[in-house]
C-alpha cells in the first residue's frame, strides 16, 4: 500500500511507535488537506494507481541521452582532449 499527500508547503510529520500502536503527528504551514491512499497487493499496482493521480512520466527528449561527460576530473586541457580521444578509439 502506499500513501500520497500533494502539499508543496513546508511540512513536518512525526511517526511513533509504541508497542503494537503507531502514532503519527502532522503539521504543514498551508495548503489544502489532500491526501490519496493507494491499495495494491503489490509494488507495481501502487505505482499503477499513484500514476493514475499524478499522470505517468514522458520518456525524455532523445537529445538528453547521450554522453555525459563531467569536467572537474581533468588535469588541463590538453588531458581533456587525450580522453576525448579514447572515446572515439574505444567506440
Avoid at 505505482?47 to 576530473?73: E, I
Amino acid at each position: 500500500s502506499g500513501f500520497f499527500f500533494p502539499n508543496p508547503s513546508e511540512g513536518f510529520v512525526h511517526v511513533e511507535t509504541q508497542g503494537s500502536e503507531t502514532r503519527s503527528w502532522w503539521l504543514f504551514e498551508s495548503g489544502i488537506m489532500d491526501m490519496f491512499f493507494l491499495a495494491g497487493p503489490g509494488p507495481r499496482d501502487v505505482l499503477q494507481r499513484y500514476h493514475t493521480v499524478t499522470g505517468f512520466p514522458r520518456f525524455p527528449p532523445l537529445a538528453t541521452l547521450g554522453k555525459h561527460q563531467s569536467r572537474w576530473n581533468y588535469v588541463d586541457v590538453d588531458d581533456s582532449i587525450s580522453v576525448n580521444r579514447k572515446f572515439d578509439q574505444h567506440d
